[in-house]
């Protein structure tokens, strides 16, 4: 099985909203990340999980907050969003520095 | 840090032609992911090479890391190879800007 899922798959939210994303691995990978695409543009990094701590943060803003509960799950809280930050959301895991498997993706939209 | 170059940006193709896409990068790398993303999101792994020829179907893609450079072939295309492609170098997590394919019947 080399599935990542995302829920959900779609999301609308408000710039008062609260909102989490979701992402769920069962490859034991031991790495975990969320990476952010505008429209035409290729996918970004925002944050990299290994074994549970997060070790790369991409100079993101407070307004995302990741969260790795276990090894199989990642979170990504939203808060007080902007409307440019309307974006295709990406999880992806590995195992170590190996071969990178995506999930479907959220597509955020925030008004 | 690291650049990663695609070419061509855009490529148009009859069905049934084929075709070579360039990804050429700025540092030495530990590992190159190749990508296709479909109309609907979905990046979809085609192949992980850090360097040598690998082949699954009518893609194959060789990856000379000593040149700095991947190419990926795509052999008697089909409109559902349309999409984008990006290469990424998975040790530096920088994605190539991509190739935009287009394959009319």
């Known amino acids: 099985d080399t599935e990542v899922t995302q829920t959900p798959k779609h999301l609308v939210m408000g710039m008062t909203n609260k909102k989490s994303l979701k992402c769920e691995q069962h490859m034991g990978h031991r790495a975990m990340y969320w990476y952010k695409q505008k429209a035409k543009k290729p996918p970004e990094l925002m944050f990299v999980y290994s074994y549970e701590k997060l070790s790369i943060n991409e100079s993101v803003p407070s307004r995302f907050s990741p969260e790795c509960p276990n090894s199989s799950l990642l979170n990504l809280h939203l808060h007080a969003l902007q409307p440019e930050d309307s974006a295709l959301y990406l999880c992806a895991s590995s195992q170590d520095a190996g071969e990178l498997f995506f999930g479907s993706g959220t597509q955020l939209s925030v008004l | 840090g690291i650049q990663v170059e695609q070419s061509p940006p855009d490529l148009i193709l009859q069905e049934g032609a084929n075709s070579t896409l360039r990804c050429n990068f700025s540092d030495s790398v530990n590992n190159l992911q190749w990508f296709h993303q479909n109309p609907w999101g979905q990046l979809i792994n085609l192949f992980y090479?850090?360097?040598g020829t690998k082949q699954n179907g009518r893609l194959s893609a060789t990856t000379v890391a000593t040149e700095r450079y991947s190419l990926l072939y795509i052999s008697s295309s089909q409109t559902t190879d349309s999409g984008v492609y990006f290469c990424?170098?998975?040790?530096?997590?920088?994605f190539g800007a991509g190739t935009i394919l287009r394959v009319k019947s």
């Open positions: 090479i850090p360097s």
């Open positions: 990424a170098v998975r040790n530096k997590l920088v």
